[in-house]
Antibody, heavy 119, light 108 residues
Framework: EVQLVDSGGGLVQPGGSLRLSCAAS????????MSWVRQPPGKGLEWVSY????????YYTDSVKGRFTISRDNAQNSLYLQMNSLRAEDTAVYYC????????????WGQGTLVTVSS | EIVLTQSPATLSLSPGERATLSCRAS??????LAWYQQKPGQAPRLLIY???NRAIGIPDRFSGSGSGTDFTLTISSLEPEDFGVYYC??????????FGQGTKVEVK
């Protein structure tokens, strides 16, 4: 069974940092691209970042460029999101999601981890 | 950036009724559109991909149609577990991939 477990969220002050993790199991992690998608409280979904199978191709939404870094460890079946210079508007539930083949849709999601940026 | 506009924002229906949800793209996205269902406190679940293909395990009361800029998700007869929020997503021109703002299907 495909399983993605998100962790690392919490309360952080504006300007602070946080590192999110996503532990994958039940599939060959090194064969799939991955993304982070976030959802502010009571609002819709927003794509945040994408990383290819080898990590050679990485994309970010404009609002997090220069502040967030996506990475992966295929040996550890893990995906990461390093978040620096956090702002109140980064407050959201963050989901990791498995990108399906060439179509790019999200067939599998983590359960999400809540990041709250507040003083 | 391609903008997806969903309508209506809220759909109030009774179990057994037919639900028709719309998603309109700001430019043609061919058939590169997906539909997700989300219930409170849960992650989204993929229902439909490439405009009309049902994901594994999705009941056939869910169907998708459309191409270009106009897409529709139809639930032929609402079951109690179908109430929630539905999002469309485009993967035609990315990054950034974009989502619609969602349609809430609520019990009338």
């Amino acid at each position: 069974e495909v399983q993605l477990v998100d962790s690392g969220g919490g309360l952080v002050q504006p300007g602070g940092s946080l590192r999110l993790s996503c532990a994958a199991s039940g599939f060959t992690f090194s064969s799939y691209s991955m993304s982070w998608v976030r959802q502010p409280p009571g609002k819709g979904l927003e794509w945040v970042s994408y990383i290819s199978i080898s990590g050679s191709t990485i994309y970010y939404t404009d609002s997090v460029k220069g502040r967030f870094t996506i990475s992966r460890d295929n040996a550890q079946n893990s995906l990461y999101l390093q978040m620096n210079s956090l702002r109140a508007e980064d407050t959201a539930v963050y989901y990791c999601a498995r990108v399906s083949g060439s179509s790019g849709y999200y067939f599998s999601w983590g359960q999400g981890t809540l990041v709250t940026v507040s003083s | 950036e391609i903008v997806l506009t969903q309508s209506p924002a809220t759909l109030s229906l009774s179990p057994g009724e037919r639900a028709t949800l719309s998603c309109r793209a700001s430019q043609s996205i061919s058939s590169y559109l997906a539909w997700y269902q989300q219930k409170p406190g849960q992650a989204p679940r993929l229902l439909i991909y490439d405009a009309f293909n049902r994901a594994i395990g999705i009941p056939d009361r869910f169907s998708g149609s459309g191409s270009g800029t106009d897409f529709t998700l139809t639930i032929s007869s609402l079951e109690p577990e179908d109430f929630g929020v539905y999002y469309c997503q485009q993967r035609y021109n990315w990054p950034p991939e974009t989502f619609g703002q969602g349609t809430k299907v609520e019990v009338k």
